[in-house]
């Protein structure tokens, strides 16, 4: 029987723009549903296309990893489901799809900027010391395609 093997490297693909009030693009999101890409480790490709953004984020079901686009270097790493799950702890359990992961995202991304749930949305403290949550400050999101 043949097996398909999930791939070890992908190219960023952002589904989601995070702009500040002043319309500047401030993080780009890959978001990627697929039991395909759900490994923690992907090799994340083609990220130099957008070294003028400050930063990076690719989401899998399992990981959600941000990059500074100075070096790409790795900056942080969270659990999905402990961020996403505290929006919609039904469709992070169950069977979730890719549009249900981009809207959970913006929520959390929102709840950051905004505090509409959450005086303490998941991993403020971390985001704070990479310097992502200084620039979450009015910031607006677009969706640019579903993969």
């Known amino acids: 029987m043949f097996k398909i093997q999930p791939p070890t490297a992908i190219d960023f693909d952002p589904a989601i723009v995070a702009k500040n009030k002043d319309e500047q693009p401030i993080l780009m999101i890959d978001v990627r549903f697929s039991a395909m890409y759900a490994s923690p480790e992907l090799n994340i490709l083609e990220m ?7 930063f990076l984020m ?5 990981v959600i990893r941000i990059f500074k686009s100075l070096n790409f270097e790795e900056v942080a790493r969270f659990d999905t489901k402990k961020v996403l799950g505290f929006y919609d702890a039904d469709s992070i359990e169950g069977i979730i799809y890719q549009s249900t992961l981009i809207t959970l995202i913006q929520s959390w991304l929102r709840d950051l900027d905004y505090h509409w749930k959450s005086e303490n949305p998941p991993y403020i403290e971390e985001m704070k010391e990479i310097g992502l949550f200084a620039l979450l400050d009015d910031i607006t999101t677009e969706e640019l395609q579903l993969l």
């Open 58 to 62: 690719f989401v899998n079901s399992n």
């Open 48 to 54: 130099e296309k957008y070294k003028h953004i400050p």
